[in-house]
């Protein structure tokens, strides 16, 4: 049985002593990642791997919320070739839209695929560090998704801020990695806090080991 969960948009199934997460298949019948289709009456739905995709693997680790809605307008940086974007564009449906940056045009051709079949994304080949070179490609939105494995995470994450409405909120995935290796992740993720905080409220935090390793997610509302 399907039903739905917390997160508005997002539907659970059990599997064994599993929680598999779902979202609605925006168009029926299509795989973005290989993804296993399950249908309950006339509706269909795609399971969300955790393994490929941060968002997923937070709401399994149990962060309170994510401020990610039906028929909000998103920027999604680092859109990669757009696991978490079509899920991200089911969850926003058809009265939503996703504004998808990439900086990688071999992955961006991916990410184009996946816009031909979901008319609620548009994907734009940019570098999130310059919001300013996309800046009359994008309104103002209600949530802003960050995954980007740069030392400067937390700054671009800042700087895009620009496009996110008074009171919306906003998700950062941190690899700590990418951010300084020399450094142990709980330094880093303290660090980045410590950022984030001085412009940000941070509503909530999660680690998401062992679905992705040495990472974490801060959910962020603008003052």
Known sequence: MI???????VYEMRRGRMNILLTQNLVPGKRVYSESLVKEGSVEYREWDPMKSKLASSILKGISQTGLRPGQRVLYLGASTGTTVSHVSDI???DGFVFAVEFAPRVA???VYVAEDRKNIAPILADANQPDSYFHKVTQVDFLYQDIAQKNQAEIFLKNMVFLKRDGFGMLCVKSRSVDISKTPAEIYKTVRAQLEKELVVVDYRTIDPFQKDH????CKKK
């Open 3 to 9: 039903t739905n969960t917390k997160f508005p948009g």
């Open 92 to 94: 926003v449906g058809k």
């Open 109 to 111: 051709r991916e990410l």
């Open 216 to 219: 974490c997610v801060f959910v």
